[in-house]
């Protein structure tokens, strides 16, 4: 079963840029018709949908951080990775990776953890 | 702000059941699945309802999910300590083009 931990620094400065990897086991990030992704939650907040990503590189992402976001995929590292440009404080947030079924609009399956990230100088 | 609006807060005694809300427009639950997430605390979500109704295997029936319209509603019967959470509705909103989680529920067992 597939599966999927986050990892990357717990603190940022401000005006930095915030990167996070999520390593996918149980299976290939490129053999299958699912969709990968990053949803965070800021301390006491709801969740908030970052952007997904398919293994041929097509990505998506929320236009509210669509200017700052990057999402990119190395498949012969079974991994996908976050880049968020330019943090504030409002950027502290729990990131998650996460899988989606088959597609933008479906279900997310399966989570990772999560990883604190705080943004602070 | 989330363009999905659910209830801040429900609470029911044990063996009771509730539901929560989970409305929005024609944009997204009007003409895409709803899905739903459990978040126990510290913890991650975790899907329990897919495609407006259905359970991801393990999940009991206790959990049930319907939609009509631009609404969605998450049933829990026989409703357990254990079941103290958040819980969020999630769809796809073609305007924004972007997928839209609901302002969350927090179920509190008295």
């Known amino acids: 079963q597939l599966q999927q931990h986050e990892s990357g620094p717990g603190l940022v400065k401000p005006s930095e840029t915030l990167s996070l990897t999520c390593t996918v086991s149980g299976g290939s990030i490129g053999n299958n018709p699912y969709y990968w992704g990053w949803v965070r939650q800021a301390p006491g907040k709801g969740l908030e949908w970052i952007g997904s990503m398919y293994h041929g590189g097509d990505t998506y992402y929320n236009p509210s951080l669509k200017s700052r976001v990057t999402i990119s995929v190395d498949t012969s590292k079974n991994h996908f990775s976050l880049k968020l440009d330019s943090v504030t404080a409002a950027d502290t947030a729990i990131y998650y990776c996460?899988?989606?079924?088959?597609?933008?609009?479906?279900?997310?399956?399966?989570w990772g953890q999560g990883t604190l990230v705080t943004v602070s100088s | 702000q989330s363009v999905l609006t659910q209830p801040p807060s429900v609470s029911a005694a044990p063996g009771q059941r509730v539901t929560i809300s989970c409305s929005g427009s024609?944009?997204?639950?009007?003409?895409?699945?709803v899905s739903w997430y459990q978040q126990l605390p510290g913890t991650a979500p975790n899907l329990l309802i897919y495609n407006n109704n259905w359970r991801p295997s393990g999940i009991p029936d206790r959990f049930s999910g319907s939609k009509s319209g631009t609404s969605a509603t998450l049933g829990i019967t026989g409703l357990q300590t254990g079941d103290e959470a958040d819980y969020y509705c999630g769809t796809w909103d073609s305007s924004l083009s972007a997928y839209v989680f609901g302002t969350g529920t927090t179920v509190s067992v008295l």
């Open positions: 996460a899988r989606q079924d088959s597609g933008l609009s479906s279900s997310w399956p399966s």
């Open positions: 024609s944009s997204n639950i009007g003409n895409n699945y």
